[in-house]
Each structure stands twice: as structure tokens, then as C-alpha cells.
């Protein structure tokens, strides 16, 4: 006997929450193209991507705050002094 194919939707399986807290999620940042020329000469000189350098940027950033906050003998980090670090960092690497 011969099962006929109905004609529905297909149904997609559902996945488990370990497979959605695996899965990336998309984030979209809007720069300058200042800022890009930047990002893109730093990616080309060390043959990474732009994500590998924004995802370990932003690692960083959050390492930091996060130890401000759990510290409270530190105060808050003012702006200045992060481009100050950025910039020492950039010189250190030949930019």
C-alpha cells in the first residue's frame, strides 16, 4: 500500500534551548566612514576579520566594565581615558 503525501505546510522541528543559545545573534553598528577606513586597514594588515576585531573589542570593553562594577574601589573609567588606552594600544601595534 502506497502512503499519499498530504499537501500541508512543511513543519520545521523545533530546537532544543541549547541549540538557540549556540546559534549567533546579528548585530548591526553604524560608523563613519572615517571609522571605517580605520577598521579596514587594521583587518587588511592583520588578516582578520571585521567581526574577529569588533567581537574582541567588545569582549574587552565588557571584561572591563564588568570588573568596575564587581570592584567598587574603582570608580568609573572616563571616556577620555579609554580612547587615551585605544590610542596607546594603536601605537603600540604601528597604527
Do not use: N, W
Not at 560608523?31 to 569582549?59: G, N, P, V
Not at 564588568?66 to 573609567?77: C, E, G, I, N, S
Request: a positive charge.
Amino acid at each position: 500500500m502506497v502512503k499519499k503525501k498530504t499537501g500541508g505546510p512543511a513543519v520545521k522541528p523545533r530546537r532544543s534551548q541549547t541549540d538557540a543559545a549556540d546559534k549567533p545573534i546579528a548585530l548591526t553598528l553604524k560608523i563613519d566612514s572615517d571609522m571605517y577606513m580605520r577598521l579596514a586597514t587594521l583587518r587588511a594588515k592583520e588578516r582578520r576579520t571585521h567581526q574577529e576585531i569588533l567581537k574582541q573589542a567588545l569582549e574587552e570593553y565588557l571584561d572591563r566594565a564588568r570588573a568596575l562594577l564587581f570592584d567598587p574601589m574603582q570608580t568609573a573609567v572616563p571616556s577620555q581615558h579609554i580612547k587615551a588606552t585605544a590610542a596607546h594600544t594603536c601605537s603600540e601595534r604601528g597604527f
